[in-house]
């Protein structure tokens, strides 16, 4: 465990300012420490009061039962996010907006609560039109626009199990994700503006779907108008559907534990796994966690900049916050079009009061240089976020000061898509920040740092972070594969939550999250798993073997390397590399492309066959074996010398 030891030592404390506390939920540290203990003691009360805040059809009857690794929570209770996020909020807020939009080339829109309800149930009345039922899953491939967050809301009102793909994967991704959801619906668009061109949506559809026979319908969101290929036996365009939608239909009650999304993402061995998140659970802890950490105020205009390909868009994007009758800003574009001013000039316009983006956007911003964001007053933003990967001390330092102009408290959320929502984050007004920690567990979440065999560390031990007690908005399962689930999160240590990452605790309790322990890499903060990025590389015709690996970039966070062995006497070349980089963009999407790709003559291996993956990292970042990239590397010689100390 040596290695563990984190060399940071960083000891500035952030104190929340007094004006921040005094309009805050929790006011001192005292608050949240007592609120804490309270919730150690019984979890099971803290969410349940919690749980009290939103509409419930009927009533649970059992906070919680757990059967370890299967939880359940709100047993019983019928309840319907779709109804939290809109209909609960007719009655005072129905002119206030909703959703406010921006689209990459300037056009802008608004939806009230009262809109955007109208608009719900009437694309709800489309789907179940078309004859679309309580647990048929449905596809979402579409770009950052408010009918996003509708065709999600609409899929919850009515039961639908929706899973969202991010807009930058490729067909064969899609084709991956409906091979495993068996969706029988697709919603996506006619294309979105990225930098200035068009990405074309509906073809990657169209290609995605050859192999699918069973997807019966594709909605298509005229966004572009760009010209596309139409089939009339599946494609029906959203406006024409909606045309004919007059009434809208109502909420359903569904159980609580009735699935609400899958959301595929990245693991350590084999396909992306598809994280099923449930309805009643998942809603208490994303209205909760948002009220808290983002402190949301009547008047606060929220702005996450996350993709609602990902989590951080489905939870803090969309339903927390429209749970809370909160007002979201969306951004369909990107941060340097037409101008790399383009997010600050948003948040003046807007006056964005909240922000909450990743520390790879932070990372470029510092690389544009201080004068961008200097250019404008910011003086709208009361409270700045990050989430995704650890932001580093500067970074940090950097936000809060050009940014934050010393005044914004700043939240470090630590959470994963499994977790659905923040489980380790500083809740502003209360809780004193310390540039690079993630600072403390939110009430109710029992979170430890311990050893190989499952005891807890002392501080500043590095170690496995691990969670000790089930939380409403946790994963239930992965679809299709309850083996898996079980396998990946629970088998470590019986009835305690596994997250894969390695943290520390310092003195104060304070966690400090300091990378994975497996081979997930977070390129821009997005996960993607090695073996998918060596699938796609082995599934060229000319390579044997591939191994990928991360080396630290300076604004992606993590870049990728891949270590290639090529078939017989196929020779290397800076056209094969090229083409096999391109090939991984094909396969999965631009963010795997792979930095630098180096042909092996063979890959290090243990004598039971195991990539050498830590000696791989090494000379991948410390760049050993350098020269020319494109020639054989014989690293069987390093092998010898490192085997020793694997296995
Ligand atoms: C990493 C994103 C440090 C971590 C919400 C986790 C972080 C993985 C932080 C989950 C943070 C997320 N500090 N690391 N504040 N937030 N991570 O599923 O390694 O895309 O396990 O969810 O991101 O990534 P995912």
């Given at each position: 465990?040596?290695e563990?030891?984190s060399?940071?030592?960083e000891?500035r404390v952030?104190?929340?300012?007094?004006?921040?506390?005094?309009?805050?939920?929790l006011?001192?540290?005292?608050?949240?420490k007592?609120?804490?203990?309270?919730?150690?003691?019984?979890?099971q009360n803290?969410w349940?009061?919690?749980?009290?805040?939103?509409h419930?059809?009927?009533p649970?009857?059992k906070?919680?039962t757990w059967?370890?690794?299967?939880a359940?929570w709100?047993?019983?209770?019928?309840t319907?996010i779709?109804y939290?996020?809109?209909?609960?909020?007719?009655k005072?807020k129905?002119?206030?907006p909703?959703?406010?939009w921006?689209?990459?080339p300037?056009?802008?829109?608004?939806?009230?609560?009262?809109?955007?309800?109208?608009?719900v149930?009437r694309?709800?009345?489309?789907?179940?039109n078309l004859?679309?039922?309580?647990?048929?899953r449905?596809i979402?491939?579409?770009?950052?626009?408010?009918?996003?967050?509708?065709a999600?809301?609409?899929c919850?009102?009515?039961?639908?199990v929706h899973?969202?793909?991010?807009?930058?994967?490729s067909?064969?991704?899609?084709?991956?994700?409906l091979?495993d959801?068996?969706?029988r619906?697709?919603?996506?668009?006619?294309?979105?503006y990225?930098?200035?061109?068009?990405v074309?949506l509906?073809?990657?559809?169209?290609?995605?779907?050859?192999?699918?026979p069973?997807v019966?319908?594709?909605i298509?969101?005229q966004?572009?108008?760009?010209?596309?290929?139409?089939?009339p036996?599946?494609?029906?365009?959203w406006h024409?559907?909606?045309?004919?939608?007059?009434?809208?239909?109502?909420a359903i009650?569904?159980?609580?534990?009735?699935?609400?999304?899958?959301?595929?993402?990245s693991g350590?061995t084999?396909?992306?796994?598809?994280?099923?998140?449930?309805?009643?659970?998942?809603?208490?802890?994303?209205?909760t966690?948002?009220?808290y950490?983002?402190d949301?105020?009547?008047e606060?205009?929220?702005?996450?900049?996350a993709?609602i390909?990902?989590?951080t868009?489905?939870t803090?994007?969309?339903?927390?916050?429209?749970?809370?009758?909160?007002?979201t800003?969306?951004?369909e574009g990107?941060p340097?079009?037409p101008?790399k001013?383009r997010f600050?000039?948003?948040?003046?316009?807007?006056?964005?009061?909240i922000?909450y983006?990743?520390p790879?956007?932070?990372?470029?911003?510092?690389?544009?240089g201080d004068?961008?964001?200097?250019?404008?007053?910011?003086?709208?933003?009361?409270?700045?976020?990050?989430?995704?990967?650890?932001i580093n001390?500067?970074?940090?330092?950097?936000?809060?000061?050009?940014?934050?102009?010393?005044?914004?408290?700043?939240?470090d959320?630590w959470?994963q898509?499994e977790?659905?929502t923040?489980l380790?984050?500083p809740?502003?007004g209360?809780?004193?920040?310390?540039?690079?920690?993630?600072?403390?567990?939110?009430?109710?979440?029992l979170a430890?740092v311990v050893?190989q065999?499952?005891?807890?560390l002392?501080?500043?031990k590095?170690?496995f972070?691990?969670?000790?007690?089930?939380w409403?908005a946790?994963?239930?399962?992965?679809?299709g594969d309850h083996?898996?689930?079980?396998?990946?999160?629970?088998?470590?240590f019986k009835?305690?939550?596994?997250?894969?990452?390695?943290?520390?605790?310092?003195?104060?309790?304070?966690?400090?999250?300091?990378?994975r322990?497996?081979?997930?890499?977070?390129?821009?903060?997005?996960r993607?798993g090695s073996?998918?990025?060596?699938s796609?590389l082995?599934?060229?015709?000319?390579?044997?073997?591939?191994?990928?690996?991360?080396?630290?970039?300076?604004?992606?966070?993590?870049?990728?390397?891949?270590?290639?062995t090529?078939k017989g006497?196929?020779?290397s070349?800076?056209e094969?590399?090229?083409e096999?980089?391109?090939?991984?963009?094909?396969?999965i999407?631009?963010?795997?492309?792979?930095?630098?790709?180096?042909?092996?003559?063979?890959?290090?291996?243990?004598?039971?066959?195991?990539?050498?993956?830590?000696?791989?990292r090494?000379i991948?970042?410390?760049?050993?074996?350098?020269?020319?990239?494109?020639?054989?590397?014989d690293i069987s010689v390093?092998?010898t010398?490192s085997?020793?100390d694997e296995?």
């Amino acid at each position: 465990m040596e290695e563990l030891d984190s060399l940071l030592k960083e000891d500035r404390v952030f104190k929340p300012s007094s004006e921040f506390s005094r309009s805050a939920r929790l006011q001192t540290f005292e608050d949240y420490k007592k609120l804490y203990q309270s919730a150690q003691q019984n979890p099971q009360n803290f969410w349940e009061k919690e749980a009290k805040d939103l509409h419930w059809f009927k009533p649970w009857k059992k906070v919680l039962t757990w059967d370890p690794p299967d939880a359940q929570w709100f047993i019983g209770g019928k309840t319907n996010i779709s109804y939290n996020c809109l209909d609960r909020h007719l009655k005072t807020k129905a002119q206030k907006p909703a959703i406010l939009w921006e689209g990459e080339p300037g056009d802008t829109k608004t939806f009230s609560f009262k809109e955007l309800h109208e608009e719900v149930s009437r694309f709800s009345e489309v789907l179940k039109n078309l004859g679309f039922k309580k647990g048929d899953r449905v596809i979402i491939y579409m770009p950052m626009i408010p009918e996003l967050a509708i065709a999600m809301l609409s899929c919850a009102r009515i039961g639908l199990v929706h899973s969202v793909i991010f807009g930058g994967f490729s067909s064969s991704a899609i084709e991956d994700r409906l091979q495993d959801s068996k969706a029988r619906l697709i919603i996506t668009a006619d294309g979105g503006y990225r930098r200035g061109k068009i990405v074309p949506l509906k073809d990657n559809v169209d290609q995605a779907i050859q192999k699918t026979p069973f997807v019966e319908k594709v909605i298509v969101y005229q966004r572009t108008k760009a010209p596309i290929k139409w089939n009339p036996l599946k494609d029906l365009w959203w406006h024409e559907l909606m045309s004919k939608a007059k009434k809208g239909v109502d909420a359903i009650p569904l159980d609580s534990e009735d699935p609400l999304f899958i959301l595929y993402t990245s693991g350590t061995t084999g396909k992306p796994k598809g994280v099923v998140h449930t309805t009643g659970g998942y809603i208490v802890g994303a209205h909760t966690t948002a009220k808290y950490i983002f402190d949301l105020k009547e008047e606060d205009i929220y702005w996450c900049t996350a993709d609602i390909g990902w989590v951080t868009g489905h939870t803090y994007v969309v339903y927390g916050i429209l749970s809370n009758g909160a007002t979201t800003f969306m951004y369909e574009g990107a941060p340097d079009f037409p101008h790399k001013g383009r997010f600050w000039d948003i948040i003046d316009r807007y006056k964005i009061t909240i922000f909450y983006t990743s520390p790879t956007a932070i990372r470029a911003f510092i690389q544009w240089g201080d004068d961008i964001p200097k250019k404008y007053r910011l003086s709208s933003l009361r409270l700045l976020g990050t989430v995704g990967e650890p932001i580093n001390p500067q970074a940090w330092m950097w936000y809060h000061t050009l940014i934050g102009k010393e005044k914004c408290p700043i939240v470090d959320t630590w959470w994963q898509t499994e977790t659905g929502t923040i489980l380790i984050s500083p809740i502003p007004g209360a809780i004193p920040t310390k540039p690079g920690s993630a600072t403390l567990p939110f009430p109710g979440i029992l979170a430890d740092v311990v050893d190989q065999y499952g005891n807890p560390l002392p501080p500043n031990k590095g170690g496995f972070l691990v969670i000790k007690y089930p939380w409403p908005a946790m994963l239930r399962t992965i679809y299709g594969d309850h083996e898996r689930y079980k396998k990946q999160y629970w088998s470590n240590f019986k009835g305690i939550y596994w997250t894969g990452d390695e943290a520390r605790k310092d003195e104060d309790g304070y966690f400090w999250i300091m990378g994975r322990s497996d081979d997930v890499i977070k390129v821009s903060g997005h996960r993607l798993g090695s073996s998918e990025i060596e699938s796609a590389l082995v599934s060229h015709p000319s390579v044997a073997e591939a191994a990928v690996v991360a080396i630290p970039h300076e604004i992606k966070g993590q870049g990728i390397v891949a270590f290639v062995t090529l078939k017989g006497n196929i020779l290397s070349s800076k056209e094969l590399e090229n083409e096999l980089k391109q090939h991984v963009v094909t396969q999965i999407g631009a963010l795997a492309r792979p930095e630098h790709i180096r042909f092996a003559k063979q890959l290090p291996k243990t004598r039971s066959g195991k990539i050498m993956r830590r000696l791989l990292r090494q000379i991948a970042s410390e760049g050993k074996v350098t020269g020319d990239t494109t020639t054989l590397e014989d690293i069987s010689v390093v092998q010898t010398l490192s085997s020793q100390d694997e296995e």
